[in-house]
């Protein structure tokens, strides 16, 4: 059974940085494209950054220059390094990740960058 678990979610200052983490288990196959999503109260659910199994990348324009994804092919771990954060930031963060041609959720972790 696929797992994705999160961490690294947390209140921080408007300018200030976290590093969220994504364990991934379970895939019998190799995890190929892996990525972050988030969703703001209100809102749909939008792609923050993706990462292939090669290193290839892809950023929302909001998070250009902010956010770096990386990932761990050995560990199944992916990572988003969020650093200058702002209050539209704010959101839950889900981990994605695709197992063969299926995708998967994590369960999501808080992010609010609040003064």
């Known amino acids: 059974q696929v797992q994705l678990v999160e961490s690294g979610g947390g209140l921080v200052q408007p300018g200030g940085s976290l590093r969220l983490s994504c364990a991934a288990s379970g895939c019998i196959f190799r995890f190929y494209g892996m990525g972050w999503y988030r969703q703001a109260p209100g809102k749909q659910r939008e792609l923050v950054a993706g990462?292939?199994?090669?290193?290839?990348?892809n950023y929302a324009d909001s998070v250009k220059g902010r956010f770096t994804i990386s990932r761990d092919n050995a560990k199944n771990t992916v990572y988003l390094q969020m650093n200058s954060l702002k209050p539209e930031d704010t959101a839950v963060y889900y981990c994605n990740a695709f197992c063969s041609d299926r995708g998967y959720w994590g369960q999501g972790t808080q992010v609010t960058v609040s003064s």
């Open positions: 990462i292939t199994r090669g290193g290839n990348t």
